[in-house]
């Protein structure tokens, strides 16, 4: 049999992040169309991006965990983009 090389696809890069601050995710789902928020089911929010495409699972702990995107540095701006638009919203309460 001939040798046969492995081939290797990044298919979803998962990324965590603290903000170590608190945020308001009732706030942050009435002013961003599209979030999915049902905490009677699962304490996060999902936040979803088009650009990079990725979706960001926020905890109101400041916590995040973004996954979906195909390279490292899309988890950076995807974390980058959320945490802008958050403190521009003042959702972030600083302890």
């Not at 495409?53 to 973004?66: D, R």
Request: charged share 30%; with cysteine.
């Amino acid at each position: 049999m001939p040798r046969v090389e492995a081939s290797i696809n990044i298919e979803n890069v998962v990324g965590t992040a603290k903000l170590n601050q608190r945020i308001d995710l009732n706030a942050v789902v009435k002013g961003n169309p599209g979030v999915e928020y049902r905490p009677e089911q699962f304490p996060g929010l999902v936040f979803r991006l088009k650009r990079p495409k990725t979706a960001t699972l926020i905890f109101n702990s400041g916590k995040m965990v973004c996954t979906g995107a195909t390279k490292e540095e899309d988890v950076y701006k995807a974390v980058a983009k959320l945490h802008k638009k958050l403190e521009e919203k003042e959702l972030i309460y600083y302890e």
